[in-house]
Structures are given as structure tokens and as C-alpha cells.
């Protein structure tokens, strides 16, 4: 018997680069650009079987995350974030088979450019107020529905806390924390739903060693920019994820 593996050299030629964004966007930096590692895997696979594929990946980046910056989380933000996420992976898990992959990519594209919007044409003060909890509330539970659905978790999320203004390493710190304990939380409703299997598990053993080469260049980077810059990366990533999906789901 053959062993079980995507052996599609186009597959690889897509899904390398994919994981290089999803391991620089696990780092913080970047951070947006990971949402498009399933869109890009999507050319050759199904949105499923590239949501599948890339959880043990996922695994291994948000362990190595933690361990880069285990000592910078808010752990007050994430006891507020951590529950409202696992509430939007239970919707994810209860409306899969209803909502298809395009109908979410083009809500999760016109949510970010509209966020986007918000901050660099109506640009708030210096001395705003954060967002109100409940807006962070249906924002983080959004975030685990997308991430559920397609690994797009992060523009919702980043909505509410990029506003709150967190240092790039406190910020980086608490989305690696937020996001092992959300991709965590997958794998049993994703075996419930019948999407593990041998031939995608092993794809993704091949994957693996391309996790920590994003996420080096990313902590690397992360630790010796400026607040400022940061930021426009994360608007960049944004803006080009936004775009990504809301043509995917249009098209």
C-alpha cells in the first residue's frame, strides 16, 4: 500500500510560501497575512482538506510562539478573549456544513477592509477610548467562528486589540497564547466532523519543518522594529487579506 501523501507538485509550489506567512504572521509580525495561507492553499485543495492539513502545523507554530514570548501575555486580556473564542468554535462546528468557505471569506474580507477603513480614513486620537467590551466580545467570537471555518481568525480579533494599543511583544505575546488555546480546541470537532485523515495528516508531517523558519523570521522581526512600523505591517497584512478573501467569496 502507498504511502498516504498529496504528492501534487503544484500543491507544494502554493502551500510553502502559505506556511512561510501563517509561521511570519504567528510571530506577530505581519500579523493578517496568515489568512491567506488557506486561500492560497485552496488553488489545489479544497478549503476543508488546507484547514485540515494545516493543524498540526498550526500546532507547532503556536508552541513555539508561546515559547518565544512566554512571559509577555496580558493574561488579564486573555482571560476575556480565551472564552468568547471558544464560543465562536462552537458555532464554527455547528454551521460548517451549512455556511460554505466563500461565504465566509467574503464576510471575513468586507469586515477587514471595513475596519481598515475606520482607522486610517477616520483615525482615532491619541486619547480615545479602547473599544467597549461587548464590541470585543462579538469581535473575538467572530474570530474563533473564522478561524473554525478557514483559519481567518485573526483580522476579527485584531479589530479589537489593535486599538487597545499593545506593545508589539505584548501584543504578539497574547495572540500566540490566544490562538494555541483556539486551534487547540479544533481538533475535536474537526474529527467529529469526519475531515482527519491519514493522507492530510502525513501532508502535513512533510510541512512541519517549514513552521519554525516562519516563525524565527517573524520573532526576529517582531523584536527590532518600531511600534509604528509594526503597526503598518499589520494594516498592510490587513489590507492585502481583506482584499485576498473578499475576492475569493465574490468570485
Not at 509577555?72 to 454551521?95: E, H, M, S, T
Not at 474580507?109 to 482615532?124: D, E, H, I, N, S
Request: charged share 10%; hydrophobic share 60%.
Amino acid at each position: 500500500m502507498p504511502f498516504p501523501l498529496i504528492t501534487d507538485p503544484f500543491f507544494y509550489l502554493v502551500t510553502v510560501p502559505a506556511v512561510l506567512l501563517l509561521g511570519i504572521s504567528k510571530s506577530g509580525f505581519g500579523a493578517g497575512f496568515g489568512s491567506l495561507a488557506v486561500p492560497m492553499m485552496a488553488l489545489a485543495v479544497t478549503v476543508p482538506e488546507a484547514a485540515v492539513i494545516l493543524m498540526p502545523v498550526l500546532f507547532l507554530m503556536d508552541v513555539l510562539g508561546m515559547a518565544a514570548f512566554r512571559k509577555d501575555f496580558d493574561r488579564a486580556l486573555l482571560k476575556f478573549l480565551v472564552p468568547c473564542g471558544l464560543v465562536g468554535i462552537g458555532l464554527g462546528a455547528l454551521l460548517f456544513k451549512v455556511l460554505s468557505a466563500q461565504i465566509v471569506s467574503a464576510m471575513v474580507g468586507a469586515f477587514t477592509l471595513l475596519f481598515l477603513v475606520q482607522r486610517l480614513v477616520f483615525a482615532p486620537k491619541a486619547d480615545s477610548a479602547p473599544p467597549s467590551r461587548w464590541v470585543g466580545a462579538v469581535l473575538t467570537v467572530t474570530s474563533g467562528f473564522t478561524s473554525f471555518i478557514a483559519h481567518a481568525g485573526g483580522p476579527p480579533i485584531s479589530a479589537y486589540v489593535i486599538p487597545l494599543r499593545l506593545s508589539p511583544v505584548k501584543y504578539t505575546a497574547t495572540m500566540a497564547f490566544f490562538f494555541f488555546v483556539i486551534n487547540l480546541s479544533k481538533w475535536v470537532p474537526y474529527a467529529w466532523l469526519g475531515l482527519l485523515d491519514m493522507r492530510n495528516m502525513a501532508t502535513s508531517m512533510v510541512l512541519l519543518p517549514i513552521a519554525p523558519v516562519g516563525v524565527w523570521i517573524g520573532v526576529r522581526l517582531a523584536r527590532r522594529i518600531g511600534q509604528d512600523l509594526f503597526y503598518k505591517f499589520l494594516y498592510t497584512g490587513m489590507l492585502l487579506t481583506g482584499v485576498k478573501l473578499l475576492w475569493d467569496g465574490l468570485r
